[in-house]
């Protein structure tokens, strides 16, 4: 089937998809992600939620973005969890809250200003469901997660990404899904780096790299850093430095590699 199909052509390095940034920084770029991209990311999350077959994840983020392309829709078609889809705007909340009670979702990736809409006008049993939540994009308040715990009785743990990184870089591990003994969750941080990603913060002059617990320049590394710039060598260039993914975001890594 395989051949008939022709994917045994594919290789791992072969682009899977193009993902747009916001133009923030400038003009929209195309994000070349890879196989292998999105295939390291979903392994990642596999070791850090350890999706079940009961588990399901309520797609509110669409496609277009890398964190709804990666985790969303490819989750579910590489493992064992199924997903339940609103193809309108996140912020319809009483769609969300219709969709999640009917589909037991337990698995809910969202933003601080979406859980913020959800808390003022979701019903406690609504969301009931939920296991994990996992926020990124914005920081999350400690008083939100409080809050969003008191009503609903799950508390939101944060994690960071962005669309050069397929997304995932690092994330908290939900208390119902830790299997490690040592500590994984730390509210107050964006959580270690997953699985074969490594971060370094650097001066953003020299990129000498700072000791722990001093902030610097957010650099990473690994299998999840994309292919390039669609058509833009220059721009790829600019964001590269030795093999590590420069961010543009200010951080600091604690003795505990939060």
Wanted: negative net charge.
């Amino acid at each position: 089937l395989d051949r008939i199909l022709g994917l045994h052509h594919i290789r791992g390095d072969d682009v899977a998809t193009i993902i747009f940034t916001s133009g923030s920084t400038g003009m929209p770029k195309g994000v070349m992600l890879t196989h292998h991209n999105i295939a390291t990311n979903i392994e990642a999350v596999d070791q850090i939620v350890h999706p079940r077959p009961s588990d399901s994840v309520l797609g509110i983020v669409p496609f277009f973005h890398s964190l709804g392309f990666t985790i969303t829709l490819w989750g579910p078609l590489l493992l064992d969890f199924r997903a339940a889809y609103h193809v309108g705007h996140p912020t319809d909340t009483r769609i969300v809250a219709k969709l999640a009670r009917m589909r037991s979702a337990s698995i809910l990736l969202a933003t601080a200003t979406f859980l913020r809409m959800y808390l003022r006008r979701c019903d406690p049993e609504e969301l009931s469901s939920l296991e994990v939540v996992v926020a990124g994009a914005e920081k999350l308040p400690i008083s939100l997660c409080d809050a969003f715990e008191k009503k609903f009785g799950i508390r939101p743990v944060e994690g960071y990404g962005t669309t050069e990184l397929s997304p995932l870089v690092s994330v908290n591990v939900p208390p119902s899904r830790s299997r490690s003994a040592t500590i994984d969750m730390k509210e107050g941080s964006v959580g270690r780096p997953v699985w074969s990603v490594s971060a370094k913060i650097v001066d953003p002059d020299t990129f000498e790299e700072m000791p722990l617990g001093t902030p610097g320049m957010l650099l990473i590394k690994g299998p999840n850093v994309m292919k390039g710039y669609l058509g833009q060598p220059e721009e790829t260039a600019k964001v590269m430095h030795d093999g590590w993914y420069i961010t543009g975001d200010i951080a600091m890594i604690d003795t505990d590699g939060f």
